[in-house]
Structures are given as structure tokens and as C-alpha cells.
T-cell receptor, first 114, second 113 residues
Framework: GAVVSQHPSRVICKSGTSVKIECRSLDFQATTMFWYRQFPKKSLMLMATSNEGSKATYEQGVEKDKFLINHASLTLSTLTVTSAHPEDSSFYIC??????????FGSGTRLTVV | DQQVKQNSPSLSVQEGRISILNCDYTNSMFDYFLWYKKYPAEGPTFLISISSIKDKNEDGRFTVFLNKSAKHLSLHIVPSQPGDSAVYFCAASAKGSQGNLIFGKGTKLSVKP
């Protein structure tokens, strides 16, 4: 079945540095990938929709200059948290679609900014 | 290897009847399970959860059942309403994982009037 690999699973970085998170579809081509951030009360906030070969579509309130998304190929999307601050510490997760109903989630990345 | 499996990609139910969404898991370290509901173009929203020390949790029309020996959980919606039509994700977290979630692939529920 469809597999999405997300890397790294955990990262600790210093305040002010940048962190890149990768999301790869291993056995299918994902024209669209989604990036989410988990907030308290457990819901996931959709940050942006990443389309291969075009600019990502950011949700309202998400700073596109801070959360850089690149979807350079049909199997890879990256999220870079630039100039990270402690408030950016969170669980980030990606998902990729194969069609109208097929969602496959990555295993998530726990980011801790110290 | 998928640790959380939702084997039914879709389910169609008549309004007023019961919807039963199933989820199986393989990791015996999972101790907390959640159900999310997702509408198109939105992030999944939390619906209901259950700890591994319980076998049932109820919230209004939604009930989650956990069978640890079978590594199986299910979400019951009764009565089903057209507004319940959405994709439902099962997720699990393990002790010591800081709440990191492992998601199933989702089941698309369609409730027909």
C-alpha cells in the first residue's frame, strides 16, 4: 500500500536556526501534499497545501516566509521552519493524496526548539 | 508496515441508521487512540478518544469501543446524519512518544438522506 515517509521523526534545534522536514511518497506519485501542525486539544491545523511544481497554498494565519514549503518532485515535499523559536515547538505531520479519497499520513516530526 | 489500519476506504449508510467505522492496530505499545473527522480542504478535527485502560467511551452520538486483545477499535455513530459525511481517521499514540500520532488511511463515510 501507499507509504509516506517523514524525516526526521524528532529534532531539537536552537532558537534562531532553521529546520527542514522531508515528506516522501515511497511508492506512488503525490501531486498534492498537505502539511499539518498539531495543537492542544489534539486537532491538526492545516498549514498549507503543496502542489508539485507550483507555489504552496498557505492557510490564513500561517507565515509563508517562516514555513517554507517546496514540492520539487512528485514524491518529495519539504517544510523548512526558518528562524525557529520555542513557540514553533510542535508536532508536524504531512499527508499525501493519491486520489479523491486516499490520504496517507507520514509518521510526523516532533520539533523542539530550545 | 502500517501500524494503524482502516481497511474500509468507504462506507455508505442511510440517515438515522448506525455507522460503524473500524480500525485495527499492530503496535502493543499504543495506549491512546483517537478518532478524527475531516472535511475537504480542512485539517482533521478531533472527535473522540479512548485510553487503553478503558474499553468504551461515549460522547453524544459517538461511541468508541476498544478491544485490546484483538487490537481493534471501532467508532459508532448513531443516529447517523448527513452532516456526518466526511473522512474519518483513526490515530494512535504510544507511551513515551510525547503524543506523536500514527494515522490510519481514513474511511470516507457517506450518510444518505
Amino acid at each position: 500500500g501507499a507509504v509516506v515517509s517523514q524525516h526526521p521523526s524528532r529534532v531539537i534545534c536552537k532558537s534562531g536556526t532553521s529546520v527542514k522536514i522531508e515528506c516522501r511518497s515511497l511508492d506512488f506519485q503525490a501531486t498534492t501534499m498537505f502539511w499539518y501542525r498539531q495543537f492542544p486539544k489534539k486537532s491538526l491545523m492545516l498549514m498549507a497545501t503543496s502542489n508539485e511544481g507550483s507555489k504552496a497554498t498557505y492557510e490564513q494565519g500561517v507565515e509563508k516566509d517562516k514555513f517554507l514549503i517546496n514540492h520539487a518532485s512528485l514524491t518529495l515535499s519539504t517544510l523548512t521552519v526558518t528562524s525557529a523559536h520555542p513557540e514553533d515547538s510542535s508536532f508536524y505531520i504531512c499527508s499525501a493524496t493519491q486520489g479523491p479519497h486516499g490520504y496517507t499520513f507520514g509518521s510526523g516530526t516532533r520539533l523542539t526548539v530550545v | 508496515d502500517q501500524q494503524v489500519k482502516q481497511n474500509s476506504p468507504s462506507l455508505s449508510v442511510q440517515e438515522g441508521r448506525i455507522s460503524i467505522l473500524n480500525c485495527d492496530y499492530t503496535n502493543s505499545m499504543f495506549d491512546y487512540f483517537l478518532w478524527y473527522k475531516k472535511y475537504p480542504a480542512e485539517g482533521p478535527t478531533f472527535l473522540i478518544s479512548i485510553s487503553s485502560i478503558k474499553d468504551k467511551n461515549e460522547d453524544g452520538r459517538f461511541t468508541v469501543f476498544l478491544n485490546k486483545s484483538a487490537k481493534h477499535l471501532s467508532l459508532h455513530i448513531v443516529p447517523s446524519q448527513p452532516g456526518d459525511s466526511a473522512v474519518y481517521f483513526c490515530a494512535a499514540s504510544a507511551k513515551g512518544s510525547q503524543g506523536n500520532l500514527i494515522f490510519g488511511k481514513g474511511t470516507k463515510l457517506s450518510v444518505k438522506p
